[in-house]
C-alpha cells in the first residue's frame, strides 16, 4: 500500500516561513495529482495548494502569493513553501496523492504560528 510521510512542521512566528514536504513509499509509479490540504481545530479540512491531473497548479485564496507548491514528479515528492505566515495559518498539515484511482493521505504534520 502506498504511503505518504510529510515532514517540516513545527512552530513559527508570525511573518517567519517553514517549507514542507511529503515522500511517497513509491517511485515506479506516479501519483497524479498531489496536494496539500490543512485542517484547523474545529474546522473542515480544506485545500490549500494541489498540482491537478494536468499539471495546473490551484491556490486557495488565503495562501495566494504566499506560499509556493512544488513537487518532483520523477520523485513522488511534493512541497509546500510557506512565506509570510500568519496565525491563521495554524493547522494540520495534510499530504494527499492519488495512485491509479485510490486516494491517499499522509498522517499530517503540524504546523503552529505564533503572533
Known amino acids: 500500500q502506498v504511503q505518504l510521510v510529510e515532514s517540516g512542521g513545527g512552530l513559527v512566528q508570525a511573518g517567519g516561513s517553514l517549507r514542507l514536504s511529503c515522500a511517497a513509499s513509491i517511485t515506479n509509479f506516479p501519483i497524479n495529482p498531489m496536494g496539500w490540504y490543512r485542517q484547523a481545530p474545529e474546522k473542515e479540512r480544506e485545500l490549500v495548494a494541489r498540482?491537478?491531473?494536468?499539471?495546473?497548479?490551484e491556490y486557495a485564496d488565503s495562501v495566494k502569493d504566499r506560499f509556493i507548491i512544488s513537487r518532483n514528479k520523477a520523485r513522488n515528492t511534493l512541497f509546500l513553501q510557506m512565506n509570510a505566515m500568519k496565525p491563521e495559518d495554524t493547522a494540520v498539515y495534510y499530504c494527499k496523492g492519488t495512485y491509479g484511482s485510490t486516494s491517499v493521505w499522509g498522517q499530517g504534520t503540524q504546523v503552529t504560528v505564533s503572533s
Open positions: 498540482f491537478s491531473r494536468d499539471g495546473s497548479i
